[in-house]
Nanobody, 129 residues
Framework: QVQLVESGGGSVQPGGSLRLSCAASGFIVDTWTIGWFRQAPGKEREAISSFTTNNGATRYADSVKGRFTISKDGAKNTVYLQMNGLKPEDAAVYYC??????????????????????WGQGTQVAVSS
């Protein structure tokens, strides 16, 4: 059973940085994709980034491109989302999700929520002065 645990959320001022972690366990094959999503109150869940393990392909939403970086710890099944230059509109609950589907074209947007089979519980990010 795949399990995902997010951590690293918190409260920062505009322009600040946070690093979210998604600790994954229970995968039965080596190729899988982790996606990061966020959902603000009253808004739809937004796909913001994804990472596919076998080739390191990454995707980003336009709203975070150039500010957020997704990466994976080689020794651990942990995927990070480094968030720099945070803006008030980045405030949301952030979720990681997993699927065994691979995504190779890093010029395309991250896969939508219905492409994923497993979800973490979420971590809150607040951005205000």
């Amino acid at each position: 059973q795949v399990q995902l645990v997010e951590s690293g959320g918190g409260s920062v001022q505009p322009g600040g940085s946070l690093r979210l972690s998604c600790a994954a366990s229970g995968f039965i094959v080596d190729t899988w994709t982790i996606g990061w999503f966020r959902q603000a109150p009253g808004k739809e869940r937004e796909a913001i980034s994804s990472f596919t393990t076998n080739n390191g392909a990454t995707r980003y939403a336009d709203s975070v491109k150039g500010r957020f970086t997704i990466s994976k710890d080689g020794a651990k099944n942990t995927v990070y989302l480094q968030m720099n230059g945070l803006k008030p509109e980045d405030a949301a609950v952030y979720y990681c999700a997993a699927t065994y589907r691979p995504y190779y074209d890093d010029s395309r947007p991250p896969p939508p929520a219905d492409e994923y089979d497993y979800w973490g519980q979420g971590t809150q990010v607040a951005v205000s002065s």
